[in-house]
């Protein structure tokens, strides 16, 4: 009965062992698990990370699972030893690790408090694998720039090709019995409603949810939501949205589900990129991104309608 005692402490002692970290300059602590050759990243380069961003209390604040795409940056100055791009310049292509950037030194050097979500950590962690790097070296801008735009365009191509295999994925995995529009909106009711339907002018009055195919929230308009995905922000006003339909007020799957469905319905909306953000993407959403919509039409408001003009009197 030893044996297996023996052989799980040793197992024990190799999993420690494989999450050691080394303390660098500005109490930055790393731990390098993939090293592969190649020179490591340089002011100027650009790369592709994917990874995640968290708490010391394991919460996820940031991962690039959640959108299914890398992020793709220009690597700067570091502002101060021990922050985040001069972790990055310890990795070459390949290369995977985990760092955890004191907060108290980056309170220090950057003059801003802790952020309310890790008031009481002391690290920030950051688990990350460089996909790519174009090193910016000797070339011009213009020959840089072209390597990059060419790499970006191959990437996108792939992931436009890759978008409606994930949308059936999700479905399926869901379990959701969908109606699709003209237009590629598919939709599934979970509490219909009779009456009234708004029509282009009028106004909607709706709750709204809105996630990733990874059920990672992005944006909502309701507190409790926004808690549960952290992605509250205080003194935001959570409350219901009024928004005009039908006046491209809103992206397009959006401004066609308000108009689709009489008030009192909820329904779960699936949207293509095509109908979202499109080939372009946003701040939030990357490009040829599906979205998922829970939406409750509260109200629909008629477009008040324009006075009868004047009519002169008769002589």
């Known amino acids: 009965m030893k044996k297996p005692l023996v052989l799980l402490s040793l197992l024990a002692l190799a999993l420690s062992a494989c999450t050691r970290f080394k303390t660098g300059d500005g109490g930055l602590q790393y731990a390098i698990h993939t090293d592969k050759d190649g020179p490591t ?37 570091s502002q101060f030893k021990g922050d ?12 995977s690790a985990t760092f955890k950037i004191n907060l108290d030194t980056l309170a220090l050097k950057t003059g801003q408090p802790k952020p309310p979500f890790a008031k009481d950590d002391h690290f920030l962690i950051f688990s990350v ?14 020959t840089f ?16 090709k890759a978008e409606p295999a994930k949308v ?8 959701l019995k969908l109606t699709t529009t003209a237009s590629g909106l598919a939709y599934q009711i979970t509490k219909a409603a009779t009456g009234e339907k708004a029509v282009a002018g009028d106004s909607v009055v709706v709750n709204y949810v809105g996630k990733f195919l990874s059920d990672k929230l992005f944006d909502t308009n309701i507190a409790a939501e926004a808690k549960k995905g952290a992605k509250f922000i205080p003194g935001r006003p959570y409350e219901p949205l009024r928004t005009v339909v039908g006046m491209q007020k809103s992206i397009p799957g959006f401004d066609e589900a308000l108009m689709t469905f009489p008030a009192g319905t909820k329904v779960t909306v699936v949207m293509p990129s095509s109908l979202g953000y499109g080939e372009q993407g946003s701040q939030l959403i990357p490009p040829f991104t599906p979205l998922v919509f829970d939406l409750e ?19």
């Not at 592709?48 to 394991?58: F, H, L, N, P, R």
């Not at 990059?148 to 365009?153: Q, S």
């Not at 477009?303 to 002169?312: D, L």
């Open 41 to 77: 990243i340089q002011e100027g380069d650009f790369f592709v990370v994917s990874g995640t961003q968290k708490t010391e209390k394991d919460s996820v604040l940031f991962s690039t699972d959640d959108t299914g795409r890398p992020a793709f940056l220009s690597a700067q100055k």
């Open 84 to 95: 985040l791009f001069s972790a990055f310049a310890m990795l070459s292509e390949g290369d």
């Open 129 to 142: 694998k460089i996909e790519k790097v174009i090193p910016k070296g000797k070339l011009d801008d213009q």
């Open 145 to 160: 720039t072209n390597q990059i735009n060419e790499y970006i365009k191959k990437d996108i191509e792939v992931i436009k």
């Open 168 to 175: 059936k994925t999700y479905v399926a995995a869901k379990g």
């Open 297 to 315: 039409i509260l109200k629909v408001i008629k477009a008040t309608a324009a006075p009868a003009p004047a009519v002169a009197p008769k002589k």
